[in-house]
Every structure is written in structure tokens, then in C-alpha cells.
């Protein structure tokens, strides 16, 4: 009987309750999405079987193809412009629009993880995503204009024990597992606890903290840093900097940039 109670979905209407299981094509232990897009279609994510659509009177298994493996979907939101994001178990963030599919994940896109659970949308449209390492926002934009390989990681709004979450697991176990309250805070678990705060107050631009340079050598040999810079003879052919950042508030986050003006373009 538990086993039962936990598997498939059940569509209310004023003709009482229709359910909708293994016959009707909806395979999977248990429904952890549900979600209507623009168009009005039905979409179902389970723990451990992938996507489905609801085509008619019954469930059809909907391939991802940059994921064919795909197992555990936690969280589904359709936005107004016809694009369905997906949070998943260990696939990172997924986006379905005009029959394409788009991936981001945290080995190579710069996501904090890829076990995704929440997603939520702001008043600005932005993306508010819960996740195994904290939670963290994005514009959909930039999603858009990334570019894997080309352009740089993404730089995403990062909210971690730094900025006063009390647990760095930031998951539910199904959806909606967080909201958007009538003022537009927005409310998402934090392991015993529940964190809330205001997408417009968390600031837009980080902070550029001043580098240290803590030494530099020429040729392998050290060289001494006056006030004024370095000065190294002409003929010199490899300078070394040794720096860092003086910022330990969160030091996973931090991200270094450097250009020789006169010398890099980029």
C-alpha cells in the first residue's frame, strides 16, 4: 500500500479523480515535478525514470538527448517565453526550447553543483536555483549568450554559509519546495532550517578586491618589487608574479584576471 500511495499522479477535476500510472505509460517510483508550459502540455519528472509528457490520456517517455542516461529530475519551471528549465539529480541545469535542449553543469560551466532541486523565477525574470552547494541566480541572458569553451564561465550570484545560510545543502525533496512570496522574497530550505531573501537586494556586481603581489622573479632568480613596479633589463625572457587576494571571506569563489598592458590584447 505505501509503495502505491507513492507512485504515479492523480488529475482532479470536477469529475473526481483520474489516476495515471505504469498502464497510462508514467513509469518511476516517485514524481518529484509536475509543470504546464505555455502551451498547456503536462510534464512530469521522477526520481528515477526521467522526463515525461502528457500526450492525451496518457504519459510519454521524453528522451533528453544531451543526457540519454538521465535518471532523477527534482524540479521543472515553464517561463513565459515557451522555455521549460530543468533541475536534475546529476545533470546540472537543462533548458527545453523550440524542440532544443541546452545543458549547464558544474565540471566545465561553473555551476556550484549538479544536483539541482529548486528553481524559481524572480521578478526580474532572473533564475533562482537551490542546490546541493548553496543557492545561486543567473539571468536567463546570460545563460543564453554562454557559450562552452568560448566565452568565459558563468558568473553567477552566489548565496553559501558566507552570506548566512546555516546549512550549505539547500535541497527539497519535491516540488514546489520553495516559493515566491507576495512581496518577491524568495523562501527556499536550508537543511532544518529556511532562508528567505530579496533578489533586489543582493548586489548585481561583486566586488573587485585589489590583488597582492606577494613576489616576482626574472629568469628563475628573485627580483626585488619597489614601490614604483619592477624593472627588469630587456633580454628577459620569462617573469614569474606570485599573487593573491586578500579577500577570505569566500575564497572558493574568488576569480583572477591578469593583462601586461603594452603586451596582451585580451
Known sequence: MHKRARAGVVRLNAEGGRPFGTKEGLFGEAIRALAEDREGRIWAGTADAGLYELDGERFDHFLVPQAPHLQGIFALHCDAAGAMWIGTDQAGLLRYHAGRFDQWLWSCDGL???????????????????????????????????????????????????EGLIHKVCSGVGQPAACKSADGRLWFPDGPALATFAPATIPRARR????????????????????????????????????????MLAPEQLRFRFRLDGLDKQ
Open 112 to 162: 556550484p553543483s549538479n544536483h539541482l532541486s529548486v528553481i524559481l523565477e524572480d521578478d526580474d525574470g532572473d533564475l533562482w536555483i537551490g542546490s546541493e552547494n548553496g543557492i545561486f541566480g543567473c539571468s536567463k541572458h546570460a545563460l543564453e549568450r554562454y557559450q562552452g569553451g568560448i566565452t568565459p564561465t558563468l558568473r553567477l550570484k552566489r548565496l553559501t554559509l558566507a
Open 208 to 247: 573587485v578586491w585589489p590583488p597582492l603581489i606577494e613576489g616576482a622573479s626574472v629568469n628563475g632568480v628573485p627580483a626585488t618589487l619597489a614601490p614604483g613596479g619592477l624593472r627588469v633589463r630587456s633580454g628577459a625572457r620569462r617573469i614569474d608574479f606570485q599573487y593573491t587576494s586578500p579577500n
